[in-house]
């Protein structure tokens, strides 16, 4: 897979598309890249994404909206796949005000494109003029064909990217991850902490996250904890440490990984969350916090072996 970060830096001929944000490539976004990857390869074409950054909702609203996947994860789970090259386009005002077929045109120009999939839903182009019916129009006058997919739904209803946010956000990490089709990650580099948990025994892992993640509400959670190609089980806290710090402003992400004792300052930790244990609590004694803690790794352990005994992720 090839990764872009502009229309212009490609020039490929015959090209099957698909165009959308694509935030965590649910199991709702596989479908239509599923369908992308088979019907492209299938005729000996490339099977390109493009996408876009930041949100365009973002910069259309003036709202920061927080992403479930960087364009470098969303790229590489577009990649595993079957997406030969994916886009990631600067979504500007100026971009947002091209009409659809100057944007298709550039499009056109650049991708030598052959086919055309989208949602149901999709418009792009300014006031959103360019909905499947309009890109079909397009498509007689440039040469391309359009193909729409319809919503992916299940039994709580259409798969969405908002939707999942709005999970995350609330620490039910298990359904945001059994819409995704995957546990929901959060990672970073190994930082300096206070180094305090390695006072009470149990040291944890400060993770520098980038701030444009969509956090989990603060809390304890199950997590699988991928470092390299090494995978550990992880209680994790997220938030503020009222214990020890009830003045802090930005939520903390610290693992403590079970069976672990190695220094990985400097090194990337990913961590995948599986079940939320409990709300961030604040102790009368440090005494009252370590058997808490204790807990909340023996809880941990729980977790994660059922979640491997039930065949989960």
Known sequence: MKHYHSLEEVSIQNAWLTIGVFDGVHRGHREIIHRLASGA????????????????????????????????????LMGNLGVDIVITQPFTRELASSTAMEYMTRIKRSLGLKRLLVGYDFALGRGREGNPNRLAEIGGELG????VAQAVSDESGVISSTEIRKLISTGNVEEAGRLLGYGYRLGGEVIHGVGRGRTINFPTANVDYPSR???????????????????????TNIGFNPTFTPDRQIPSLEAYLLDFDRDIYGQNLKLEF????????????????????????????????????????
């Not at 391309?144 to 193909?147: K, L, S």
């Open 41 to 76: 390869h299938a005729g000996g074409s490339p099977a390109v994404l493009l996408t876009f950054d930041p949100h365009p909702a973002s910069v259309l609203s003036g709202q920061e909206i927080k992403c479930v996947t960087t364009p470098e994860e969303r790229a590489e």
């Open 144 to 147: 391309y064909e359009v193909e």
């Open 213 to 235: 993640k969509a956090i989990p509400s603060n809390g304890i959670y199950a997590c699988w904890a991928h470092l390299g190609s090494e995978r550990f089980m992880a209680a």
């Open 274 to 313: 599986v079940s939320r244990i409990r709300n961030e609590l604040k102790f009368s004694s440090v005494q009252a916090l370590i058997w808490k803690i204790q807990e909340d790794v023996d809880k941990t352990r729980e977790l994660l072996t059922k979640s491997m005994m039930d065949g989960g992720r």
